[in-house]
Structure formats: C-alpha cells, structure tokens
C-alpha cells in the first residue's frame, strides 16, 4: 500500500478516534472498574470465609450469651451472602470481559482499516474503505450493547426460566 495511503487513512482514523475517544475511554474505564469490583468481592469473601473458619477458636463469652465467635461468624457469613447477592447483580465479571472486548476489537479494527488488510484491501476506493471502517465499529457496539442487555436481562430471571 502507498505511503500517502496510509497517512491518509491513519489521519481518517483519528479523526473518527477524535468523535469517539470519549466512548473508547467510556469502555476502557468501565472494564477497568468493573474488573476492580470483581477482585474487590472476591477477595473480601475469601477473607471473610477464611475469618468464619478461625471463630470457633474464639470463644470467650458471659454465661448465657452468645459467643464472639458466634457473633462475628454470623456477621462475617451475612457479609458473604450480601456480597455474593451483588456480584450476582453487578456481573462485574462479565461486564468487564464485555467492556474489555469492545475497547480491543475498536483498537483492532482501527489498526486493520489503517494497515489496510482484509476486508479493507478488497476496496478500490477510499471513501468506501472509510464507511466501511465506520460501520464495522457502529458493529463492534452494536454488539457490546446487546451483550450487556441479554446479560442484564438473563440475571434478572429466576433459575428456573434460564436456559442451560
């Protein structure tokens, strides 16, 4: 490909970066936090399992009342149960994956359109080349958004009506 070529499609490029880069960040800041929020439970409800099986050795209390140990085992079990109840509702798992292949196939997609590989070497011109470039991105999320609403709509059902 002619080196005007790739100037000229790099600079389209930035120019729709430009118009997006807000959504390109969006997607990036949101896989990022989403992937925060799934570390952040998981190790609370390690620690908080992993505190319940050490209460049993406490067990200082007055005649008749529950135990320390009880207590916090009780508290500590409430806690994992609230947060497992969230990362059922939050998916920040899944939102991440999702958020995270939007923001790389945008990335990928954007290097292809420059470096002029398939499906854009198949075009003669540039302007086709560009509409091209524009609706596989519109594609791209198109796609995230309808993974983000079958994943909401399918957490939000009972076990029973979900399909294996």
Do not use: H
């Amino acid at each position: 490909m002619k080196k005007n070529t790739i100037e000229q499609r790099s600079q389209l490029a930035n120019d729709y970066d430009k118009r997006n880069d807000e959504q390109l960040t969006w997607y990036s800041n949101k896989a990022s936090d989403n992937k925060s929020y799934f570390q952040l439970i998981g190790i609370c409800i390690v620690v908080f399992g992993a505190l319940i099986s050490i209460m049993p050795v406490i067990s200082w209390a007055p005649s008749g009342s529950p135990s320390l140990s009880e207590i916090m085992t009780t508290i500590l079990g409430a806690f994992i149960v609230i947060l497992k109840g969230v990362e059922r509702i939050w998916l920040p798992e899944e939102s991440w994956q999702n958020y995270r292949k939007a923001s790389e196939a945008l990335k990928i997609e954007r290097e292809r359109y420059i470096e002029n590989v398939t499906p854009y070497s198949n075009t003669a011109e540039e302007d086709i080349a560009f509409k091209l470039f524009v609706e596989r991105c519109i594609l791209i999320k198109l796609k995230e958004q309808n993974n983000f609403w079958e994943l909401n709509s399918s957490a939000n059902k009972p076990e029973s009506e979900k399909s294996d």
